[in-house]
């Protein structure tokens, strides 16, 4: 029998969905002419505050060694390297794939970079069971992401455009590794903010390197206007939200699951633009958004399984006070 799945994990993707929606309406009301980089940065600091606020005042007792709590060298390591993956090398790809493909291509490039990476990741790397419908929907929404893509290039594609591509597929590729990190951190136990404070933190050092190194070697390079500095932090507090979805639907949720939800942020995002911007969509943009929601639903659905079936990802247990890390 088959039954529609959407569980608490995969509600948590939605969170997501929508948090990265409110960041691309305000990047997109701003218009930003910041640095890439700089922006980066900026967009940054309210994920590493919140989190590391949050964390401190717990007593940030699973990053000391002393403690029983702490989770081990090798776990930090990977949330570092997750950050310096999805906030530096996914964003510096992310603005190659803008500047080369253009938005269209950039949009389903990297969301079809996450779903497909999300899919092999979720195989190879954490063991997690792919289910058919998973599988299906998953293909049926990178269907959506090409045709909006194609859509929105119009007869403007330049000469590069298969470069902005394989950009765009690199950066979302990124994105679905810090996912599949943060998930194979939090089997044994919840660490959402854990998790968000050492990857915010991987992420902000190299950005941080990178915007001081180029202002000091050339005065003036790193430009930003008031108005656009402005609105890219207000988005970062979204894309906090964003992020702590998407830590939180990982805990109970597969990979593949939680990608191919938090994708739905471009139909979203679509829907956002003809409501506050007055924008219209074409016949295959609107297409690819019907195709997108669709794969999106079929990827929910799965066959009722008996008991001790395996067919869900086991959820994360609670913290247990005098559990010693191995």
Request: aromatic share 6%.
């Given at each position: 029998?088959?039954s529609?799945?959407?569980?608490?994990?995969?509600?948590?993707?939605?969170?997501?969905?929508?948090?990265?929606?409110?960041v691309?309406?305000?990047?997109?009301?701003?218009?930003?002419?910041?640095?890439?980089?700089?922006?980066?940065?900026?967009?940054?600091?309210?994920?590493?505050?919140?989190?590391?606020?949050?964390?401190?005042?717990?007593?940030?007792?699973?990053?000391?060694?002393?403690?029983?709590?702490?989770?081990?060298?090798?776990?930090?390591?990977?949330?570092?390297?997750g950050?310096v993956?999805?906030?530096?090398?996914?964003?510096i790809?992310?603005?190659?794939?803008?500047?080369?493909?253009?938005?269209?291509?950039?949009?389903?490039?990297?969301?079809?970079?996450v779903?497909?990476?999300?899919?092999?990741?979720?195989?190879?790397?954490?063991?997690?069971?792919?289910?058919?419908?998973?599988?299906?929907?998953?293909?049926?929404?990178?269907?959506?992401?090409?045709?909006?893509?194609?859509?929105?290039?119009?007869?403007?594609?330049?000469?590069?455009?298969?470069?902005?591509?394989?950009?765009?597929?690199?950066a979302?590729?990124?994105?679905?590794?810090?996912?599949?990190?943060?998930?194979?951190?939090?089997?044994?136990?919840?660490?959402?903010?854990?998790?968000?404070?050492?990857?915010?933190?991987?992420?902000?050092?190299?950005?941080?390197?990178?915007?001081?190194?180029?202002?000091?070697?050339?005065?003036g390079?790193?430009?930003?206007?008031?108005g656009?500095?402005?609105?890219?932090?207000?988005?970062?507090?979204?894309?906090?939200?964003?992020?702590?979805?998407?830590?939180?639907?990982?805990?109970?949720?597969?990979?593949?699951?939680?990608?191919?939800i938090?994708?739905?942020?471009?139909?979203?995002?679509?829907?956002?633009?003809?409501?506050?911007?007055?924008?219209?969509?074409?016949?295959?943009?609107?297409?690819?958004?019907?195709?997108?929601?669709?794969?999106?639903?079929?990827?929910?659905?799965r066959?009722?399984?008996?008991?001790?079936?395996?067919?869900?990802?086991?959820?994360?247990?609670?913290?247990?006070?005098?559990a010693?890390?191995?």
């Amino acid at each position: 029998m088959t039954s529609f799945q959407f569980g608490i994990g995969e509600r948590w993707a939605l969170v997501a969905a929508i948090g990265y929606t409110i960041v691309n309406v305000m990047l997109r009301a701003a218009a930003p002419s910041i640095d890439s980089a700089l922006g980066s940065l900026i967009r940054l600091i309210p994920v590493l505050v919140v989190a590391w606020v949050i964390v401190l005042r717990e007593g940030a007792r699973e990053l000391r060694p002393g403690r029983p709590e702490f989770i081990g060298a090798r776990p930090i390591a990977l949330l570092l390297l997750g950050g310096v993956a999805s906030f530096v090398l996914g964003n510096i790809l992310y603005f190659g794939a803008l500047r080369e493909g253009g938005l269209g291509i950039t949009v389903g490039g990297v969301h079809g970079g996450v779903v497909t990476g999300g899919l092999w990741m979720s195989a190879l790397f954490l063991r997690e069971r792919l289910r058919v419908a998973q599988l299906g929907g998953a293909g049926i929404v990178i269907l959506g992401l090409g045709a909006i893509g194609w859509a929105q290039t119009g007869g403007s594609i330049g000469e590069l455009w298969w470069l902005g591509l394989l950009f765009a597929l690199g950066a979302g590729t990124t994105y679905a590794a810090a996912n599949a990190i943060s998930r194979s951190v939090q089997r044994r136990r919840p660490l959402v903010f854990i998790t968000l404070a050492a990857s915010s933190l991987g992420g902000m050092v190299p950005l941080a390197v990178i915007v001081a190194v180029r202002e000091l070697s050339a005065p003036g390079s790193v430009v930003a206007d008031p108005g656009s500095a402005g609105a890219v932090f207000l988005a970062g507090f979204a894309n906090a939200v964003a992020l702590a979805g998407l830590a939180m639907a990982v805990r109970t949720a597969p990979v593949a699951s939680v990608n191919t939800i938090s994708s739905g942020n471009v139909v979203l995002s679509f829907v956002a633009s003809v409501v506050i911007f007055n924008e219209s969509g074409s016949a295959p943009m609107i297409a690819g958004m019907i195709l997108v929601t669709v794969g999106i639903l079929v990827a929910q659905l799965r066959r009722s399984a008996g008991p001790g079936s395996p067919s869900r990802a086991a959820p994360l247990p609670p913290p247990a006070p005098d559990a010693t890390p191995t």
